[in-house]
């Protein structure tokens, strides 16, 4: 009876190990993926990303031609 109570304890202990760490997505990750889906909005979500790379390409161009005048 006692090997059958620590063989019990043993098996409900084993499941109680650590965690291991979920990998976190970016959140232009999960952008990425909700923009791609099926659900209501993606077109909105789809979007503002297609708006905030315009903006990030412009000024990408604006700081090349600053780093030029600079030089």
């Given at each position: 009876m006692r090997f059958a109570i620590v063989g019990l304890v043993l098996l409900l202990t084993v499941?109680?190990?650590p965690e291991e760490p979920q990998p976190t997505?970016?959140?232009g990750?999960?952008?990425s993926s909700i923009a791609?889906?099926?659900?209501?909005?993606a077109a909105g979500?789809?979007?503002a990303l297609s708006v905030a790379d315009?903006?990030?390409a412009r000024r990408a161009r604006e700081d090349s031609i600053m780093a030029?005048?600079?030089?």
């Amino acid at each position: 009876m006692r090997f059958a109570i620590v063989g019990l304890v043993l098996l409900l202990t084993v499941g109680c190990g650590p965690e291991e760490p979920q990998p976190t997505r970016s959140e232009g990750a999960r952008d990425s993926s909700i923009a791609e889906s099926a659900v209501p909005g993606a077109a909105g979500v789809r979007s503002a990303l297609s708006v905030a790379d315009s903006a990030n390409a412009r000024r990408a161009r604006e700081d090349s031609i600053m780093a030029a005048d600079d030089q």
